[in-house]
C-alpha cells in the first residue's frame, strides 16, 4: 500500500505557472514509477506525464511537452510537476499515481495502481 497526497493547486491565470507536489507514504516510494493525470469536467482522466522509479525516465503527454517538467526526490518521498505558460484547457483536477511496474501503459490509468484524491487546478483567461 502506498498513500499518496496532492498539493499547489489553485487559480492562476493563463500563462503563469504552478507547481504541483505529491506526498507518498507507506511502502517503499522509490519502489514505484510515478506519474500525473487530470481530469476535466465531463471528460476521461487523461495522462498528462510519468516517471521512472529511479528519475532516469520520463515521458510527457503531447499537450504538456515543452510546458511540463515531472521529478521525484526518493528521499523525500515526493513527485513534483511543473507546469509553465498554463492555458485555460489546462483546467482539470490533477491526480498523483503509482504503478509496480511503469510498463507499455504508462500513459493509461490500467497503468498504476494507486492513486490520490486529487488537487484543483483553474486556469483564468
Known amino acids: 500500500q502506498v498513500q499518496l497526497v496532492e498539493s499547489g493547486g489553485g487559480l492562476v491565470q493563463a500563462g503563469g505557472s504552478l507547481r504541483l507536489s505529491c506526498a507518498a507514504s507507506?511502502?517503499?516510494?522509490?519502489?514505484?514509477?510515478m506519474g500525473w493525470f487530470r481530469q476535466a469536467p465531463g471528460k476521461e482522466r487523461e495522462f498528462v506525464a510519468a516517471i521512472s522509479w529511479s528519475g532516469g525516465s520520463t515521458y510527457y503527454a503531447d499537450s504538456v511537452k515543452g510546458r511540463g517538467t515531472i521529478s521525484r526526490d526518493n528521499a523525500k518521498n515526493t513527485v513534483l510537476l511543473q507546469m509553465n505558460s498554463l492555458k485555460p484547457e489546462d483546467t482539470a483536477v490533477y491526480y498523483c499515481a503509482a504503478s509496480y511496474l511503469l510498463g507499455s501503459y504508462y500513459d493509461t490509468t490500467r497503468g498504476y495502481d494507486y492513486w490520490g484524491q486529487g488537487t484543483q487546478v483553474t486556469v483564468s483567461s
Open positions: 507507506g511502502r517503499t516510494f522509490s519502489s514505484f514509477a
